[in-house]
């Protein structure tokens, strides 16, 4: 199994430009999660989904979209990137049964100037 | 004053020694994780508790749900034990609120 898998690692994008952060997982989970980590403040939930076709709002979501039209695929869309929005993406998967944790993906290092 | 805390913020020790990393929260919660990150960003889950006491290897953690309070023990630790250890709590559906983490820096 390749796990949680993210793409890109890496991105530089100019204010105001649009992009999509890619997640993908191959163990059947249900839950998937976007997390944002900044410098001080900890990991913070962006969007989640329970299952395909359901999503919700996290702690902060605000320019970000989601989707979950299957199970393995769970992608978030910046839709007009801003400088605050530099931060280290991570997605995340589990089973949701309350016995193991959550599996993370590597992350996404975004930088928006 | 965030909804999880953890201490210490950073902790220096010797190969060997016993660590103690302590997380309090204020809200009821569904379950408690404790997460690894490595030096390299990498994040790895190393528990998720709703109640007792739970142990992998030289690892233990443990929670007491009246107190609101884990702890995550390390026992005969090594330098690889390096890390930053983030503390979670769980408000259902695996919505989860983070610590800011402690960085553990264990020296040979």
């Known amino acids: 199994n390749a796990g949680v898998t993210q793409t890109p690692k890496f991105q530089v994008l100019k204010t105001g430009q649009s992009m999509t952060l890619q997640c993908a997982q191959d163990?059947?989970?249900?839950?998937m999660s976007w997390y944002r980590q900044d410098p001080g403040m900890g990991l913070r939930l962006i969007h989640y989904s329970v299952g395909a076709g359901i999503t919700d709002q996290g702690e902060v979501p605000n320019g970000y979209n989601v989707s979950r039209s299957t199970t393995e695929d769970f992608p978030l869309r910046l839709l007009s990137a801003a400088p605050s929005q530099t931060s280290v993406y991570f997605c995340?998967?589990?089973?949701?049964?309350?016995?193991?944790?959550?599996?993370f993906g590597p992350g996404t290092r975004l930088t928006v100037t | 004053k965030n909804e999880v805390e953890q201490s210490p913020q950073n902790l220096t020790a010797q190969e060997g020694e016993f660590i103690t990393i302590n997380c309090s929260y204020s809200?009821?919660?569904?379950?408690l994780h404790w997460l690894q990150q490595h030096p390299g960003g990498g994040i790895v889950s190393l528990f998720m508790?709703?109640?007792g006491k739970k142990k992998h290897g030289r690892l233990i953690a443990t929670i007491n749900i009246q107190e609101k309070h884990s702890s995550l023990h390390i026992t005969a630790s090594h330098p690889r034990d390096s890390a930053v250890y983030i503390c979670?709590?769980?408000?259902?559906?695996?919505?989860?609120?983070f610590g800011t983490g402690t960085r553990l820096t264990i020296i040979p």
């Open positions: 809200v009821g919660i569904s379950a």
């Open positions: 995340a998967s589990s089973y949701g049964d309350l016995s193991i944790g959550q599996y």
């Open positions: 508790l709703s109640s």
């Open positions: 163990m059947n989970h249900e839950y």
């Open positions: 979670a709590v769980d408000h259902g559906n695996e919505k989860l609120t």
